[in-house]
């Protein structure tokens, strides 16, 4: 089946640093990507949407100078966490899309979690 | 997306069936009806989805109404490591776009 990673699967830094999450899809192309944050007994919440060799969309609320995406291939998406501070911490889990195939297909990625002390 | 409506929490004896409500009274026609889980701090899994006949698969069956306001989620024989938060979600099969998650129903699969 498709198999989407993620590296980090925990992290932790300081206040004022960044981290880099990135989002693998293994076995399958995905020209689109997702990224979803998840606070303590929350639910997901989509943060932006990612297409390759364009900008990301963002949803609102998410500053995008803050979480800097990049997906520079079909197989890669990447989150960077610029200047994070606790308030950041959180679950962050993305997933993907195949290029080929239904449209209703969507592979989550195991999570990263991320502890900004 | 139509909005879905799905009971905070659930429990259920090991061994015995799990079903989960969903209701999605205002689903559009080319909306489907979509079921994910999350286990506890892992990514969300994919269980089914149905247009308008109910499925089946080595999971799950998903069983919608006729006049598809409502669906639900049958897990045949509940096991301890069926317990997490189940997602009932609709939307238009159109690729590109995101699933938007509700805050799902928590299953407590016990012994």
């Known amino acids: 089946g498709a198999v989407v990673s993620q590296h980090p699967s925990w992290v932790i830094c300081k206040s004022g640093t960044s981290v880099k999450i990135e989002c693998r899809s293994l076995?399958?192309?995905?020209?689109?990507m997702f990224w979803y944050r998840q606070f303590p007994k929350q639910s997901l919440m989509l943060m932006a949407t990612?297409?390759?060799?364009?900008?990301?969309?963002?949803e609102q609320g998410v500053e995008k100078d803050k979480f800097l995406i990049n997906h520079a291939s079909l197989t890669l998406s990447t989150l960077t966490v610029t200047s994070a501070h606790p308030e950041d911490s959180s679950f962050y889990i993305c997933?993907?899309?195949?290029?080929?195939?239904?449209?209703?297909?969507?592979?989550f990625g195991p999570g990263t979690r991320l502890t900004v002390t | 997306d139509a909005k879905t409506t799905q009971p905070t929490s659930m429990d259920c004896a090991e061994g015995r069936a799990a079903n989960l409500p969903c209701n999605h009274s205002?689903?559009?026609?080319?909306?489907?009806v979509y079921w994910y889980r999350q286990i506890h701090s892992q990514g969300p899994q994919y269980i089914i989805h149905?247009?308008?006949n109910n499925e089946t698969n080595e999971m799950a069956s998903l069983i919608i109404t006729e006049d598809r306001k409502s669906s639900t989620l049958i897990l045949p024989h509940a096991t301890l490591r069926d317990t997490a938060v189940y997602y009932c979600?609709?939307?238009?099969?159109?690729?590109?776009?995101?699933?938007?998650f509700g805050k799902g129903t928590t299953l407590s699969v016990s012994s």
């Open positions: 990612s297409n390759e060799g364009s900008k990301a969309t963002y």
């Open positions: 205002t689903i559009s026609g080319n909306e489907y």
């Open positions: 076995d399958f192309q995905a020209t689109t």
């Open positions: 979600i609709v939307r238009v099969g159109q690729a590109g776009t995101a699933l938007i």
């Open positions: 997933s993907a899309t195949p290029t080929s195939g239904s449209p209703y297909e969507q592979y």
């Open positions: 149905g247009l308008k």
